[in-house]
């Protein structure tokens, strides 16, 4: 069973400081995905990840993969206000036998104060 | 251009209540179609998916069902709602040209009381 975790779970920080999100799978993957959750609004799609040592950047957010690893990360630079959210990451288990959909972590709940 | 469509948008249901969320997909065909549940404080949960009309695989045991009667439709059902069903109901496509990134709907917000 393919399982995805993120850390932290919850993050405060403050405005103009730099962190990392962490995302750990447990099985191989080349394919990891990132989303962005606003309160009760759906899922926006913010990378796509396809192989190792993928990065993708854009603008304050830069995500990457070691798939040797089973890990990814999403580097916030210099953070501000409009960045505050829910991040998930996701891993398709995709082995050949179909769209059987992605496997979600529980999401980092990030809250950027002034 | 291609969007989704779901709704309704808030529900608030007795339980034992018989439940239908409705999904569409429009400036695509074949899609890869997907049901998610969001319970408070927790992740995303995949519920079911389909990869064509009439073909459903369903990765939890749950009183809900899911039918898929048109190409671009996708339906979640439940003939007697329980209060575990609460949660945010998501539908998803996907086309596979990019892995399977999964393009949501907005979603469907459902307490069962």
């Known amino acids: 069973e393919l399982k995805v975790e993120q850390n932290p779970l919850f993050l405060s920080m403050q405005e103009g400081k730099n962190y990392t999100i962490y995302c750990n799978y447990s099985t191989t993957s080349d394919r990891l995905y990132w989303y962005r959750q606003d309160p009760g609004k759906s899922l926006e799609s913010l990378f796509v990840l396809l192989s190792n040592g993928a990065v993708k950047q854009e603008g304050r957010l830069m995500a990457s993969l070691d798939t040797k690893a089973r890990l990814s990360t999403l580097h916030i630079t210099a953070a501000v206000h409009d960045l505050s959210a829910t991040y998930f990451c996701a891993v398709d288990g995709y082995s050949g036998g179909g769209a059987d959909g992605l496997t979600f972590g529980k999401g980092t709940h990030l809250i950027i104060q002034p | 251009s291609q969007t989704i469509h779901q709704w309704p948008a808030t529900l608030v249901q007795p339980v034992g209540s018989p439940l239908s969320l409705e999904c569409t997909v429009e400036?695509?065909?074949?899609?890869?179609l997907y049901w998610y549940r969001q319970a408070a404080g927790r992740g995303l949960q995949l519920l079911f998916y389909?990869?064509?009309?009439?073909?459903i695989s369903s990765e939890v045991p749950q009183n809900l069902s899911a039918s898929r009667p048109q190409d671009r439709q996708f339906i979640l059902s439940s003939k007697k709602l329980l209060l575990s069903d609460s949660g945010f109901y998501l539908c998803a496509w996907s086309v596979g040209h990019e892995g399977e990134k999964l393009f949501f709907g907005s979603g469907t917000q459902l307490s069962v009381l």
């Open positions: 400036g695509t065909s074949n899609p890869n």
């Open positions: 389909s990869v064509g009309i009439g073909q």
